[in-house]
Every structure is written in C-alpha cells, then in structure tokens.
C-alpha cells in the first residue's frame, strides 16, 4: 500500500515537472529537453529502486554484474562508465548489503574480481521489470519509428570517438605538411 502511494506521488511529480517544461519553455532546446526527460526516468527509477531498498548508483553496478559476473573492479568501473573510486566505495556499500563478494584473482595480487551473491542475483528479477515499467510510461505514446530512430542514436562514448577520429585526421595532416615544410626550408637554409 505504501509502495503504491510512493509511486503515484512520484509519478505526480513527474507529471508536473513535464507539464512545467512543456508549458513554461515550449520552444526550449532539445538538449535541454533531453537533459530532464533523463533526470525525470532517472528519478522515476530511483524512487521504485527505493521500495527495495536499492540505491540508483547500486542499480548501475547490479546490472552491469547480471550480464558478466567475476569482472575485475577496473572492468566493473569501465563497464559502469564510472571513476574507480566510486566503484570502489559502491562495492564496499553492496558488500555489506550483502549484494556482492570480492575475491582475489588467481593470476594477480592486486586484483579483485567481483561476484554477485545469491541475494543480489536475486534482485534482478524484482528489479529490472521496474527498469522495465519505467521506460514502458516513457514510451507509452512515441511512435514506433521514432524510437528505432533514436536507439540508432551512436552512445556518447561512440559519439566522442567518431569526433576525436576525423579531428586527429584533420589536425594530422596539416601539421605533416607544415613539418615537412620546416624540414625543406631548413635543409635549404643550411645548403646555402
């Protein structure tokens, strides 16, 4: 009853923030739209993760670990698109949780791999039809087409290195040519 009441509460809020958005800025920038469509499922998701007593950042982790179990704390943080110290400090949390173990690899001192325990295996399938409810709401009126058009939407780490690439291309070979300019008025210089 009162995960109930939390949710219609929170699908309040979420419904008066939308309204705000679309009544206050109706010709606000997409990005920006973007930005709080991203915080309002985000918000959405924590308050359901809540009723179990899973924290959002703990989601990220969990479900990275569904996937791929026994990953090093590195893989874990690259996988989770977050710094290793935050990784470091979440496990330390979900391991009092009694969500996760960590276990020396038997290749390396140093490194520790991670494991789901059976209760935060569990988790999953309490959890992820909440993930699932969530992005049902979202997409509730969109049209088919234009979800296909976003999901081929590259992520932003393809994003930075389709960028980064035809950058350096573009950089590299003026300065290629500038060097090998230098070069030739240099050699010309010192045969004179």
Known sequence: MVASRSRNAGDAVTRQILRHWQEAVPNDRLAHLV???ARGLARALQMRLAEHSVSYGHWTFLRVLWEAEGLTQRQLSDEAAVMEPTTFSALNAMEKLGYVVRQPSPNSRKELHVYLTP????????????AEEVNAVALRDVDTADIAATRRIPSTRELSRLLNGSRLRARKAPLRRRGRAKKRALAQDAAR
């Not at 209760?119 to 909440?130: D, E, N, Q």
Request: glycine letters at 6%; charged letters at 35%; hydrophobic letters at 35%.
């Open 119 to 130: 209760k935060g295996r569990s988790l999953k399938s309490k959890l992820v039809p909440l």
């Open 35 to 37: 930005k709080h469509a």
